[in-house]
C-alpha cells in the first residue's frame, strides 16, 4: 500500500508543499533534470507563516537529493536503451548496378 501524504509529519507534508510551489530547472541543452530554482523559497516561506525554516529547508533539500538522482538513474537507462537499439541490427548495403 502506498504511502499518503497524510501519513507523514506536519514538517514533511509542509517541505512537500513548499518544495511543489518552486520552479523545476533544467539544463538547456541536454534536457537533464537539475533540481528546484531555490531563489523565491524565503518568500514563500514567511508567506505561509514557517516557523521552523531550518528543518523545512532541510526536508526540501533530501527530497530534492532523491528526485534528482532518481531522474538521472532514469536518463540513463533511457540511453542505454537507444543505445542498445541503435546498435543491435546490422545495416546491409547492397553494390547495386543496373
Do not use: C
Not at 530554482?37 to 529547508?57: A, C, M, P, R
Not at 534528482?68 to 546490422?90: F, I, W, Y
Request: zero cysteines; glycine letters at 8%.
Amino acid at each position: 500500500m502506498p504511502l499518503e501524504l497524510s501519513d507523514f509529519p506536519e514538517e514533511v507534508q509542509v517541505a512537500f508543499f513548499m518544495f511543489n510551489l518552486l520552479p523545476d530547472h533544467w539544463e538547456g541543452m541536454s534536457g537533464t533534470y537539475m533540481g528546484k530554482h531555490w531563489n523565491g523559497i524565503e518568500y514563500f516561506l514567511d508567506l505561509y507563516g514557517i516557523s521552523d525554516q531550518k528543518t523545512v529547508i532541510y526536508l526540501m533539500k533530501l527530497y530534492e537529493a532523491e528526485l534528482v538522482q532518481s531522474k538521472l538513474e532514469e536518463a540513463n537507462k533511457k540511453t542505454k536503451a537507444q543505445e542498445r537499439r541503435n546498435s543491435g541490427g546490422t545495416n546491409y548495403t547492397h553494390n547495386v548496378k543496373g
